[in-house]
């Protein structure tokens, strides 16, 4: 049974840093690829970045380069998502996503598998 499962989400001043987790199980990951996605309260989810299996870097969201730094560690089957200089408009639930090929993808609908998210919230 496939899982990822989130973690390192919380409350954080604008300006700070804050940096998520995901770890994957359950299946061999090699030629799927990972992306961080996230959704606010009343808006469609929106893609964050995204990562082959090997390491190679897809796609980032214009909204969060140069912030923000996705990559993973085979070894220990995480990913991981290194949000620096938070904004208040970062605040979001925040999704891990592995889908076969989806390694520079942006769309939800290429993502088979999702973890269950974990909240980040930056005050002003």
């Known amino acids: 049974q496939v899982q990822l499962v989130e973690s390192g989400g919380g409350l954080v001043q604008a300006g700070g840093s804050l940096r998520l987790s995901c770890a994957a199980s359950g299946r061999s990951f090699l030629g799927y690829g990972m992306g961080w996605f996230r959704q606010a309260p009343g808006k469609e989810r929106e893609f964050v970045a995204s990562i082959s299996w090997t390491g190679i870097t897809g796609n980032v969201a214009d909204s969060v380069k140069g912030r923000f730094t996705i990559s993973i560690e085979n070894a220990g089957n995480t990913l991981y998502l290194q949000m620096n200089n938070l904004k208040p408009e970062d605040t979001a639930l925040y999704y891990c996503?592995?889908?076969?090929?989806?390694?520079?993808?942006?769309?939800?609908?290429?993502?088979?598998?999702w973890g269950q998210g974990t909240q980040v919230t930056v005050s002003s």
């Open positions: 996503a592995s889908g076969w090929a989806a390694w520079n993808s942006r769309s939800p609908s290429q993502y088979t598998y």
